[in-house]
């Protein structure tokens, strides 16, 4: 746990730590299985079925139904095994961060060129 | 003895896969990163390594939250990468140096660390990446291995300071391996970038430029901020700086910048790429 004292939370931003990785274990398992392509595939054949075979949360099963980012990771989820989930939806890390960030995808892309413009190369 | 050549960093988002997959080294949007490894190739082939030490993470490929190690040590005889989720073409195999990776336990373990050893191991985009970019084109690489996983997926992740010193322990390894080997260390991740949350997208280029300033001459200087601290600055997925950090210790005590890249945004990462020379 951190010391909110110390650590003061940092905005639009959670730590996967400890707390995280309990509550979010069956999600996060559940991605991890998606490394198999037949798992994919059975995901997307039965997505009901595959998520109850993991036993997911209320909380998990509904972020996964609404494709919610967010509330999969307040539901412990944690991005490197989203990713994998993402990909079977067609998403890319830029249609992620707009999902979380309420931006379009086209305003995300340029939310990060943006970042770039000041900078001299070399 | 074994002669450590320099240090390489370089960034690893996946992307970089596949824009040398599609051949876009030269587009608008990818020029600007590629051509920071033009003199990655002609220094490596100055330095002629043949065993790399690679500090890297795991993206949730070898391991899982059911079993996963703060720091891990390959000691296969070969590596392989495998289907990371989005079903992509798999990368080119490694051979390993398992007497190295013993040799680099035992000092570890010597130094009062305690790794993870790893007989099997599979190897994500974070290995590869940086293989692909530093000689590319290359039926087999050029080098054998010794790969070294930092857990930076589930905090409690190892401090900056504790990053340095096991690098460092690294280095007295090397030093003290007895073969002719020429050894390059490899640092892989960053720089500052956030995938997750509603901060999504954050980068910090004056982070970015302090790590890029202080690694070769004051390494300690980036110790003095908390993983916590180094989240803030750098984003989530910025503690992968610790990739580097890690790697610098493993260089040695003093080092000269040779070369630098720097540029945002690569996907969602403010990419880096740096070289330094033992001095």
């Known amino acids: 746990m951190a010391d909110p004292e110390r650590d003061p939370p940092i905005p639009g931003t959670t730590l996967f730590d400890g707390d995280a990785a309990v509550k979010g274990y069956a999600l996060n398992a559940m991605c991890y299985s998606f490394n198999d392509t037949a798992n994919r595939?059975?995901?997307?054949?039965d997505e009901a079925a595959y998520c109850a075979k993991f036993a997911l949360t209320p909380a998990q099963r509904q972020a996964v139904a609404d494709r919610d980012v967010l509330g999969m990771i307040a539901a412990g989820g944690n991005i490197y095994y989203l990713a994998k989930l993402a990909g079977i939806?067609?998403?890319?890390?830029?249609?992620?961060?707009?999902?979380?960030t309420g931006r379009t995808v086209a305003e995300f892309k340029q939310f990060l060129l943006d970042q770039g413009k000041e900078l001299a190369h070399g | 003895m074994a002669e450590i050549v320099g240090a390489y960093f370089t960034s690893h988002v996946p992307a970089i896969g596949g824009a040398i997959h599609r051949g876009d080294q030269q587009t608008p949007y990818w020029k600007p990163f590629f051509d920071g490894f033009v003199r990655v190739h002609e220094w490596l082939a100055e330095v002629k390594p043949d065993v790399a030490v690679v500090f890297n993470n795991d993206h949730g490929l070898?391991?899982?939250?059911?079993?996963?190690?703060t720091f891990a040590v390959g000691a296969a005889a070969e590596y392989h990468n495998a289907d990371e989720g989005w079903g992509l073409p798999l990368y080119k195999p490694f051979a390993g140096h398992p007497d190295l990776s013993w040799h680099v336990i035992e000092t570890l373990v010597a130094d009062e660390f305690d790794p993870a050893t790893c007989q099997k191991m599979l190897v994500d985009?974070?290995?590869?990446?940086?293989?692909?970019?530093?000689?590319?084109?290359?039926?087999?690489?050029?080098?054998?291995?010794?790969?070294?996983a930092i857990n930076t997926v589930q905090h409690p992740l190892p401090s900056a300071k504790r990053a340095l010193a096991f690098g460092r322990s690294v280095h007295r390894a090397l030093a003290s391996w007895p073969g002719a080997e020429r050894v390059v260390v490899i640092g892989t991740g960053g720089l500052s970038h956030q995938l997750d949350g509603a901060r999504a997208g954050f980068m910090n280029p004056e982070y970015d430029r302090f790590c890029l300033d202080h690694l070769a001459n004051d390494p300690d200087a980036l110790t003095h901020h908390s993983i916590h601290e180094i989240v803030r600055l750098s984003g989530t997925q910025g503690v992968e700086v610790l990739n580097w950090i890690a790697a610098r210790g493993a260089l040695g005590p003093t080092a000269r910048e040779v070369h630098r890249n720097y540029h945002i945004p690569i996907s969602n990462t403010a990419a880096a790429t740096l070289l330094l020379d033992p001095v």
């Not at chain 2, 070898?62 to 190690?69: M, R, S």
């Not at chain 2, 985009?125 to 070294?148: G, N, Q, R, T, Y």
């Open chain 2, 62 to 69: 070898n391991f899982f939250l059911d079993c996963l190690p």
């Open chain 1, 41 to 45: 595939q059975a995901f997307v054949d």
């Open chain 2, 125 to 148: 985009h974070a290995l590869s990446i940086p293989f692909e970019l530093a000689w590319p084109e290359v039926d087999a690489w050029p080098v054998k291995i010794v790969p070294i």
């Open chain 1, 89 to 100: 939806f067609g998403l890319n890390v830029q249609d992620v961060g707009a999902l979380q």
